[in-house]
């Protein structure tokens, strides 16, 4: 928020194809957010290293 950052973690993850890889968008459901991220992403980028 305003330059600073508010949210980093290491987090374990599934391995996936990158055509199972969806930024911003959840087309499966089943959670409590929303289908479509309607903020503005920024900087995507993979970490360093994985």
Do not use: K, W
């Not at 890889?21 to 360093?48: D, K, M, V, W």
């Amino acid at each position: 928020m305003d330059g600073r950052t508010v949210l980093t973690a290491d987090q374990p993850c599934y391995p996936s194809l990158p055509r199972e890889l969806y930024i911003g968008e959840n087309p499966i459901g089943g959670s409590t957010c929303g289908e479509r991220f309607t903020g503005r992403l920024l900087l995507i980028q993979r970490a360093a290293g994985r």
